[in-house]
């Protein structure tokens, strides 16, 4: 028998598969050797993957993918130090004491530095340096490469770990104008980009979070695993997510409240009994508590029990946090008690630390009577918190942050569409895979990234070569910036999420690991090298003008019962099989599992035309 090479071989990539119950795709992924958890006896290493040769052919498939539709976008690659000084974020503003999430250390002169979980700071400093004038730019860089953050609880497989993958595109204009024409070019190459997984996926208007920027949106795909939620209406183009998404306020009379968020100045010893009895509201209205991440400010959220649900009916309300946290960006949600992380004892015996806040937000269905009755109430309780309630933000300061009244309540299926007031809104789970944020100057800005920009006051005419106008001026401004992010390693398990089946994955063709595999019976293998040859080309020019399949034959020592199960956990696209009908009548049988389970024999002569047809649907 002749014998192939790497990598149409099966027998050179093979890795022993794990002894898994394949109940899930992260599962599947597992026991069809795409990946394997680092020492997963250990619970310190969880959220770290080994990527073996399956799962890293579809890494690179996906690295080539983006980088094809960057290439069009115009952006360069680059590769950036996964070190990152604090310095550095200090600078920017985005490092604070209680960022839990970075992976943090110090070399052996005690400098401190980081793994970049982003690299907004590191590429801005770098394009600072380098640009001299307004002409220099727009600028596109790109790059993939791995990402890090002390996730406090890795789950999901893929989905959330502490190592991962990402591609970055930072963009860089002289103007906002320029700036904006940016980021539309770049959500449609995004959309260029998702399309071709040729699998529905949504885009929300999103908030920018830690990030910053004033103008963003998400790519997500539909997911049982995710853990955002994608308000969608039935009627309308209305897409959210659950951070800005809101419900129908109709008959309520906003801007009717004097204040509805309060700062205190707490003493340094505060009981719990005395910050539990601030949450005691009426029977109009409902409490919450939580904690920033530096435990040094505690949010006290204020809402109605009661909201209009759908066809004017009126149903329970419950809270939303992230809407609380698109304004509070230090919301830590994920302490279960806040309360008691806030360092209150029950009988208050314990010395705080200085500076501690309590914040109030009233949701703004929240009457004025109310807030003035609740007010009244507490006042002695308040004023024993040694100091008078001081206005937080007016009403055009918050409105500027969130563009609208606080609204704290989360939307539930079948509630009015907000925007169209006919359509009923629906939440569908999904995981975020892409994220674009228009940042303005948000980075430029305190990293000194400015670019000289010459300002004409008239324009001057009959100017010779190497002449300046007296009617010019030169001044340097913060150079406009975008950054927008695509989780590879995320698209990989949302995918197998949503494609698998209860015989295994069934990957796309553009990020298969092959498009096809060769399965043939004892007696056949010379047959099946030739029909690889006549599928990726290797030995045929009649074939030489159109495009080669990325073919594999499963030359394992295995028997074919074992070799079809294995194809279908893998979920190559197509499986082609030399059995009966090829000894008899040389008839492979195609079979494809993601089109209706599709089944033919087809000549050896037509296989190559034949399967390109089919994965183009794929």
Known sequence: MAEVDSPHSGSQLAVSPRKVVAKDSHAMLLRGGFLRQVLPQHSAHSGLYQFLPLGLRIQEKLERLLDKHMIKLGASKVSLSTFSSEALWKKSGRLRDGNSELFRFQDRRGKKYLLSPTHEEEITTLVGNVVNSYKDLPIRLYQISRKYRDEPRPRQGLFRTREFLMKDLYTFDSTPESALQTYYAVRKAYSAFFNEFKIPYMTAEADSGDIGGDLSHEFHFPTSKGEDNIISC???????????????????????????????????????AQLEDLGKIDGQSKSWFGISHDRSTLYHAIFP???????????????????????????????????EAFGCHPTGARTMISSRHLVQAFDARVSQSLIDNYNKRHAAKEQSFTSTPLLLFDRTDISSRIGKDFDLIKVEGGDVCPKCSTGSLQVQAAVELGHTFHLGTRYSKPLSANVPFIQYSQPSEHLRLGEQSSEQSSKEVPIEMGCH?????????????????????NWPRVMAPFEAIIIPRKGCEDAAIEILDSLTGATSKEYAHSKPVDAILDDRDKGMAWKLHDADLIGYPIVIILGKSWIKERRCEIQCRRLDSLNEEVPLAEIRPYVLRVLAKL
């Open 305 to 339: 029990q009661v909201v209009e649900g759908s066809k004017d009916k009126l149903r329970e309300a419950h809270f939303n946090p992230h809407s609380l946290k698109s304004t509070f960006e230090d919301l830590d949600l994920s302490v279960e008690k806040p309360l």
């Open 234 to 272: 039935n009627s309308c183009a209305y897409v959210a997510n659950e951070e800005l998404s809101r419900t129908r306020r109709s008959g309520i009379s906003f801007g009717s409240a004097a204040a509805y968020a309060f700062s205190y100045r707490l003493p340094e010893v505060v009981s719990v």
């Open 485 to 505: 992010g695509i989780g590879v390693s995320r698209i990989i398990a949302a995918v197998a999420d949503y494609l698998a089946d209860e015989k295994g994955l």
